[in-house]
C-alpha cells in the first residue's frame, strides 16, 4: 500500500475502487454478513469483488425470484436444445428452453417456446403452470389466471407450491386481496416460504392486522439465521422486506 497518504487519494482509480469496497462493506454490515465484513475490510479490492459476484448479485431481486423452474442457465445447453428442436421438435425440449429463458429473464422468448409446447402437448400441466408464470411476469395477471387455476385444481401442490403462489400473486396483481390471502393461508399451512409468508403478511397489514402481520415477518427474519447460504441469497429479498415491514408495526 501507498505509504504517502496524498499520492495514494491522487491515483486515479483509487476514488472508485475506495467507494465501490464502501459499497460492499457497507452492504455486507446490512445483511449481517460478519465473516465477509471482516474479510472486506482487511483484504479490500480482492474480497470486494468477491463479494460483489458471490453474495450481492446473487441475492439481488430479479424479475424471476422466487421461481424455481427445472432447466440449465448454460449457453451450450440452450445451442443443444435449438439443434434437438430442428431435428425432433419434441414437446419437452421446447418446454425446457422455455424453462432456461424464463429463469434467465428473457420472457417474451419464454412464452413462444411455452406457446409452442402448448401447441404439442397442450395437457402439459407444467407447460400450463410455466406459461401462467411467464404471463405473470410479462404483467399479464388476467391472461394467467385461467391457466393457473386449472392447474392448482387438478395438482394443488404443483411445483411444491410455487404455482399455487403464482396464483396468489396473481389474484393480488388483479386486486383480489381477499382470493390471495385466502390462497397464501393455505400455503404457509404447508409451507414456509419467506415468499409466502411475507406477502401474506403484507395484505395482513394493509388490513389492519398488524399483530399477525408483525408474527410472520418475525419467522422470515429468525429463520434467515439457521438457512443455509444458497437458501439465505434466495431469501434475502423477502428478508429485507420482513425487516422494513416490522419497523412500521407495532410491538
Known amino acids: 500500500m501507498f505509504t504517502d497518504w496524498s499520492s495514494w487519494l491522487n491515483q486515479p482509480l483509487m476514488w472508485p475502487l475506495l467507494a465501490f469496497h464502501c ?21 479490500p479490492v ?5 463479494y460483489f459476484f458471490m ?29 434437438q428442436i430442428h ?49 405473470l411476469r410479462l404483467s399479464r395477471a388476467a391472461e394467467a389466471r385461467p391457466y393457473l387455476e386449472a392447474v392448482c385444481f387438478e395438482n394443488p401442490k404443483h411445483d411444491y407450491g410455487h404455482t399455487l403462489m403464482a396464483l396468489a400473486e396473481t389474484r393480488t396483481a388483479l386486486g383480489d386481496a381477499e382470493g390471495a390471502i385466502a390462497i397464501w393461508e393455505q400455503i404457509v399451512s404447508q409451507h414456509s416460504y419467506a415468499r409466502a409468508r411475507m406477502q401474506l403478511a403484507e395484505l395482513l397489514a394493509a388490513k389492519g392486522q398488524g399483530a399477525r402481520a408483525r408474527s410472520l415477518a418475525e419467522e ?32
Request: net charge neutral.
Open 87 to 135: 431435428l425432433l421438435d419434441k414437446a419437452h425440449h421446447h418446454l425446457e428452453l422455455a424453462d432456461i429463458q424464463f429463469q434467465r429473464g428473457k420472457f417474451k422468448l419464454a412464452e413462444e417456446s411455452y406457446l409452442r409446447t402448448l401447441e404439442r402437448e397442450p395437457q402439459d400441466l407444467d407447460a400450463r403452470a410455466h406459461y401462467g408464470q411467464c404471463l
Open 46 to 50: 480482492v474480497n470486494d469483488i468477491l
Open 220 to 251: 422470515v427474519i429468525a429463520e434467515d439465521r439457521h438457512t443455509p447460504h444458497y437458501q439465505r441469497q434466495q431469501e434475502q429479498p423477502w428478508v429485507a422486506r420482513a425487516k422494513k415491514l416490522v419497523k412500521t408495526l407495532p410491538a
Open 23 to 43: 459499497w460492499m462493506l457497507i452492504d455486507a454490515v446490512r445483511r449481517q454478513e460478519w465473516v465477509w465484513v471482516a474479510f472486506i475490510f482487511l483484504f
Open 55 to 83: 453474495v450481492y448479485r446473487g441475492s439481488t431481486p430479479h424479475a424471476s425470484t422466487g421461481f424455481e423452474l427445472p432447466g440449465q442457465h448454460k449457453r451450450e445447453r440452450i445451442a443443444e436444445l435449438e439443434k
